[in-house]
T-cell receptor, first 111, second 114 residues
Framework: TQLLEQSPQFLSIQEGENLTVYCNSS?????LQWYRQEPGEGPVLLVT?????EVKKLKRLTFQFGDARKDSSLHITAAQPGDTGLYLC???????????FGTGTRLTIIP | DTGVSQDPRHKITKRGQNVTFRCDPI?????LYWYRQTLGQGPEFLTY????????KSRLLSDRFSAERPKGSFSTLEIQRTEQGDSAMYLC????????????FGPGTRLTVL
């Protein structure tokens, strides 16, 4: 059983469209990170959220941490081909130092 | 750039050989983590260090795997008697010295066991 479930697993949309990726769990996380990973490279940090209900914006990307700190979402407006990549959510649970990663969402933006 | 670095970036070896990977964390980071990522999956935790002390090891880390961080700076991950199932991306990450701090990843070492 995967601790962090991401949906959708694959998403292919046209340039200019909006999209939302979800990261859900039945466990509470003390912090949650979103990373983007290119083929053959390590994950690159996009954002860290630590407070329930927190919303962070990074240009066209909006990240939200659920009130109960069990889920998160990533919303991209006006998607661009440069947004193509593997998006990973990852969280740390209270008293546990390791990162638990989600299943990943592979996003393709079609020009 | 003072990010996490890993060496080598790619390693191809024959089954049964030993391999060693190196990770240099961000200089002021006391915590260092190793993860393994197979194709199409998210990274999975292997082990982590607080300075030179190895504090947690995953069940994924069989007896053929050993990790060290002798001076609390760089770390090495050695795999003995490699098997084809060891083929994966090995990722290193580092963070500062408090719980739930953000982990920053290196570019990874891609291991292929023939």
């Amino acid at each position: 059983t995967q601790l962090l479930e991401q949906s959708p697993q694959f998403l292919s949309i046209q340039e200019g469209e909006n999209l939302t990726v979800y990261c859900n769990s039945s466990s509470v996380f003390s912090s949650l990170q979103w990373y983007r990973q290119e083929p053959g490279e390590g994950p690159v940090l996009l954002v860290t959220v630590v407070t329930g209900g927190e919303v962070k914006k990074l240009k066209r990307l909006t990240f939200q941490f659920g009130d109960a700190r069990k889920d998160s979402s990533l919303h991209i407006t006006a998607a661009q081909p440069g947004d193509t990549g593997l998006y990973l959510c990852a969280g740390t649970r209270v008293g546990n130092e390791k990162l638990t990663f989600g299943t990943g969402t592979r996003l393709t933006i079609i020009p | 750039d003072t990010g996490v670095s890993q060496d080598p970036r790619h390693k191809i070896t024959k089954r049964g050989q030993n391999v060693t990977f190196r990770c240099d964390p961000i200089s002021e980071h006391n915590r260092l983590y190793w993860y393994r990522q197979t194709l199409g999956q998210g990274p999975e935790f292997l082990t982590y260090f607080q300075n030179e002390a190895q504090l947690e090891k995953s069940r994924l880390l069989s007896d053929r795997f050993s990790a060290e961080r002798p001076k609390g700076s760089f770390s090495t991950l050695e795999i003995q008697r490699t098997e084809q199932g060891d083929s994966a991306m090995y990722l290193c990450a580092s963070s500062r010295d408090f719980s739930a701090d953000t982990q920053y990843f290196g570019p990874g070492t891609r291991l292929t066991v023939l």
